[in-house]
């Protein structure tokens, strides 16, 4: 079989993506991410649908320019269908269902989760290829699962957030704190020059794999209602250690449930993916655990963290392998499960 080229298109949530993959090589992977949503302290649907509908044609455009391809080339279109916000992911899917009638080439869906996962699999001379089964903890802004995956298309979902994502959390928690969203990169960035032990917050007390941070928030939401009684501007005064110490407490309720999953399975290939997994403290808490619990672990490099089409042409090119195909009745799903 020829190694097809796949055009990948990614519009969720508030990045619109459009990337090309031949095979299992990126060749673009063009990411126009929405500043929109920055004062409203999360994504608002109809802005994001909006924007979704002025970028898509630019973004689609830049990838094959930059991929140095030319359209007549593209052997099948991949979308994803869900999990998202419905009218975002209708540009997505509407656009990908015009393109794929008028190029006369297959339709693949992709299910966002999974895309996170296959990033994995995106061909990468600096990074040794990650083999089956392996457990991946994947934290976004709308999810917070671990995976159990034993094959490309046999994936269990061995627990999941029982209220806010890990993403939502940091977004969440940052507003409190005064900061713009997205919080979570900025929180990254402001804890490198905090204290992480300085203040210390609960975690959730849970049996089984199951998360929870919504108590996380509420408790910084008391805490800082206190403080600030007593002094105004403690906020400000003290906002690199309260960053660095949420961060902790956040990171620190992750690393628990993927070690509780670790010794349940006993699988020992461990990746982290998602837009949380950009997070530095994650990073180096999970290669800990290389030592600790003698796993090996896969990181994603930062540009497949956060949301992109890279991710859904690779799921793209897999499913074209298994000849796993959809036809022009596909639509979004807000709530598609893996
Ligand atoms: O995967 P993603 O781009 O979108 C969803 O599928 O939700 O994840 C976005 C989430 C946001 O909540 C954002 O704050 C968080 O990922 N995020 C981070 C970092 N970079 C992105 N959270 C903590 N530290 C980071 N460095
Ligand atoms: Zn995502």
Redesign the pocket.
Known sequence: MKTPIILGIES??D?TSAAIIHGRKILSNIVATQKVHENYGGVVPELASRAHQQNIVPVVHQAIYKANISKKQIDAIAFTKGP?LVGSLLVGTSFAKSLSMSLDVPLIEVN?MQG?IFAHFIEDANRSPITFPFLCLT?????TQIVQVNNYFDMIILGETLDD????A??KI?KLLGLNY????L???ISQEGNENKYSFPLPKLNGIKFSFSGIKTSVLYFLQKEIKKNSNFINENLNDLCASV?KTIIKALIKKLKEAIHLTGIKNIAIA???S???K?RTEVLKLKESDHCKIFIPKLEY???NAAMIAIVGSIKFEHQKFTDLSASANARYKI
Request: proline share 6%.
């Open positions: 969720s949530c990045d998202g966002h996170h934290v976004s802004g709308g999810h994502a890990a993403g939502e940091f977004d940052g997205p919080a979570g990169p929180l990254d960035k961060q998602g837009g949380v950009a997070n530095s994650l963290t956060t949301d």
